[in-house]
């Protein structure tokens, strides 16, 4: 399991030749609450973001991620969800399918085998989570994402 505040500015290298193309930027997220893949930020001055389809990620290391070709890098649609990019999940609030408000959200942990979500770290707040921690809240059903919250069946 890996949250996306790990992998954010990791260099991206092609398998192959070595080459650093870009540094991961965020994740791209289908309706059904699945990774689509990994945004790369690529370029010094002017930088252009490209898709990088999850099944296309040779592995996710603690220092690096690694592609096997260029060649796979796609162009950013409009209909993408993004975590933390213009239509942000991060900072929405996480309700429960039974009405219960779990806090905002902050982080996503998902499996890098799969590329299934598998849990949501919640916000109380800045002071609540200096004193408390933020909670972890684990789920195994796709999440529905609204305009305003993002609603979650939470496991007992």
Not at 46 to 65: C, Q, R, T
Request: aromatic share 8%.
């Amino acid at each position: 399991m890996r949250t996306l505040s790990l992998l954010k500015g990791l260099p991206v290298y092609v398998k192959s030749t070595g080459e650093k193309i870009g540094t991961v930027f965020d994740l791209c997220l289908a309706e059904q609450g699945r990774v689509e893949g990994l945004i790369l930020r690529k370029g010094a001055l002017i930088k252009k973001s490209f898709l990088i389809p999850f099944e296309e990620v040779s592995s996710f290391g603690a220092d690096g991620v690694m592609i096997e070709e260029t060649t796979i890098l796609q162009p950013l649609q409009e209909t993408y969800q993004f975590f933390e990019g213009k239509e942000r999940l991060v900072g929405k609030p996480l309700v429960s399918s039974t009405g219960e408000s779990l806090g905002i959200l902050a982080d996503v942990y998902f499996q890098e085998e799969l590329g299934t979500i598998v849990g949501y770290e919640c916000s109380d707040g800045f002071f609540a989570d200096i004193t408390e921690g933020k909670r972890v809240v684990k789920t195994d059903e796709p999440p529905t994402i609204g305009k305003d919250a993002i609603i979650v069946n939470i496991q007992p």
